[in-house]
């Protein structure tokens, strides 16, 4: 079995959805000389040290004051909020679902392992902040605000709300509390971290607002809650070298990228969707249409509709839909974290009959192909990604693979204006 992610674009060809929604084999041949371009020219920039996305999970000094600080934190806090926006919230929350425990803020702190509950706070709504505040004791709470700037409004005007509670509650006290994920010199946030002595981790300047997820943004609650965050980079660091390639069918990330780019530039396919398989991954959905938005189409998002806000699509509205403006990426896994056998009851029931005595992931197995089958049969563009499980190690691979899908398709659309 592969131990390392797998991409599958057949779904994308004419030769499964028909030659005015799918694209060609040489349509992507069409791609290799370009390519073979960009790579060089991602590669003098990388050297030239201007591609720090690329070299996150190399960052040793970074992630080593990330781990000792939530090492120094276990035990320590029963909560952490992460007060940001979408950019800063999206990711960290979709690794959190991914790799915690479903349940993870209903345990015990005991069963937790020490680890806090983890909240995420993407913007100033006061009902969600009070309610928030109502669940939580603002002395057993680790408050991080995030910004890259150090002057997000909205960010900040969350964090005011808490810290008046927290001054409450802890008085003088209240700075061991906070901490900030801003920017390492300008900002207002870098300027109070400053002048009130406030631990604050940096976000690299030439980190861009959609490639924040292996900063301190993404790590450092993920290693607060117990997350192999060793492994998630180790994962970052294998994907590295599977993209050293500058052959576009042999690159896991350019191919995922020139496939989107062909059916946006010639098919008018330019609304990106994720259908993942499992609930752990549906954060990830969000994240990676926004951040595909946000990281690939900035030029065109005024001329575009803007993604729905659901994890994922009902396939009955899929097919019901006059306008086929869509690709899809199914995310699925050979193998889940818990294996379960239905028990053979009803089975004289015809509903029933699909599932009885069925593994679990025979169901799984079974919904992604009849998911498949429909997406073909209404000339759907699909790829389909495969995790050969749901760990940090695979979900590393996949962070890394859609960000440099996301710089290489950025320089096939606006090679001039990328921004990273």
């Given at each position: 079995?592969?131990?390392?992610?797998?991409?599958?674009?057949?779904?994308?060809?004419?030769?499964?959805?028909?030659?005015?929604?799918?694209?060609?084999?040489?349509?992507?041949?069409?791609?290799?000389?370009?390519?073979?371009?960009?790579?060089?020219s991602l590669k003098r920039r990388r050297q030239a040290g201007e591609l720090v996305v690329y070299d996150l999970p190399y960052m040793r000094e970074s992630i080593i004051e990330v781990m000792s600080f939530a090492g120094e934190q276990i035990g320590r806090f029963e909560n952490y909020v992460h007060i940001g926006n979408s950019a800063s919230t999206l990711g960290p929350?979709?690794?959190?679902?991914?790799?915690?425990?479903?349940f993870h803020n209903h345990f015990t702190d005991k069963d937790r392992g020490g680890y806090p509950r983890l909240f995420f706070v993407d913007g100033f709504d006061p009902d969600t902040l009070n309610?928030?505040?109502?669940?939580?004791?603002?002395?057993?709470?680790?408050?991080?605000?995030?910004?890259?700037?150090?002057?997000?409004?909205?960010?900040?005007?969350?964090?005011?709300?808490?810290?008046?509670?927290?001054?409450?509650?802890?008085?003088?006290?209240?700075?061991?509390?906070?901490?900030?994920?801003?920017?390492?010199?300008?900002?207002?946030?870098?300027?109070?971290?400053?002048?009130?002595?406030?631990?604050?981790?940096?976000?690299?300047?030439?980190?861009?607002?959609?490639f924040l997820l292996l900063t301190p943004v993404g790590l450092l609650p993920a290693a607060l809650?117990?997350?192999?965050?060793?492994?998630?980079?180790?994962?970052?660091?294998?994907?590295?070298?599977?993209?050293?390639?500058?052959?576009?069918?042999?690159?896991?990330?350019?191919?995922?990228?020139?496939?989107?780019?062909?059916?946006?530039?010639?098919?008018?396919?330019?609304?990106?969707?994720?259908?993942?398989?499992?609930?752990?991954?549906?954060?990830?959905?969000?994240?990676?249409?926004r951040f595909w938005r946000l990281a690939v189409q900035v030029e065109l998002s005024a001329k575009l509709p803007a993604p729905r806000a659901s994890a994922t699509e009902n396939i009955s509205e899929i097919i019901s839909e006059k306008v086929n403006d869509k690709v899809f990426t199914l995310l699925s896994a050979?193998?889940?974290?818990?294996?379960?056998?239905?028990?053979?009851?009803?089975q004289a029931q015809k509903s029933f009959q699909s599932s009885v005595g069925k593994t679990s992931e025979e169901i799984l197995q079974n919904r992604q192909q009849t998911v498949t089958e429909t997406l073909i049969s209404t000339r759907r563009p699909h790829l389909n990604l495969t995790f050969p499980a749901i760990r940090p190690e695979?979900?590393?691979?996949?962070?890394y693979m859609m960000q440099v899908a996301a710089v290489y398709a950025g320089e096939l659309h606006q090679p001039a204006d990328l921004r990273l």
């Open positions: 079995m592969s131990t390392t992610l797998r991409l599958d674009i057949t779904g994308a060809m004419q030769s499964s959805v028909g030659r005015r929604d799918g694209i060609s084999e040489a349509q992507l041949a069409g791609l290799q000389s370009r390519t073979r371009r960009i790579h060089e929350r979709a690794l959190h679902c991914a790799l915690n425990h479903p309610g928030l505040l109502a669940i939580i004791d603002p002395r057993q709470t680790l408050f991080n605000i995030v910004s890259k700037s150090g002057d997000s409004a909205e960010a900040i005007a969350s964090f005011l709300f808490f810290l008046g509670a927290l001054k409450k509650r802890a008085g003088e006290t209240w700075r061991r509390q906070v901490i900030f994920t801003t920017h390492p010199e300008d900002g207002d946030l870098r300027t109070i971290a400053r002048s009130e002595r406030i631990k604050a981790f940096a976000i690299h300047p030439l980190v861009g607002n959609g809650s117990g997350i192999d965050v060793h492994g998630l980079l180790h994962g970052a660091i294998e994907m590295d070298g599977a993209c050293r390639s500058n052959d576009v069918m042999k690159n896991p990330a350019y191919l995922f990228g020139a496939g989107h780019f062909l059916l946006d530039t010639l098919k008018v396919k330019r609304q990106v969707v994720m259908l993942p398989s499992v609930d752990c991954l549906q954060d990830f959905s969000l994240w990676f249409q050979d193998r889940y974290r818990h294996e379960t056998i239905l028990p053979v009851e009803f695979t979900v590393g691979e996949f962070i």
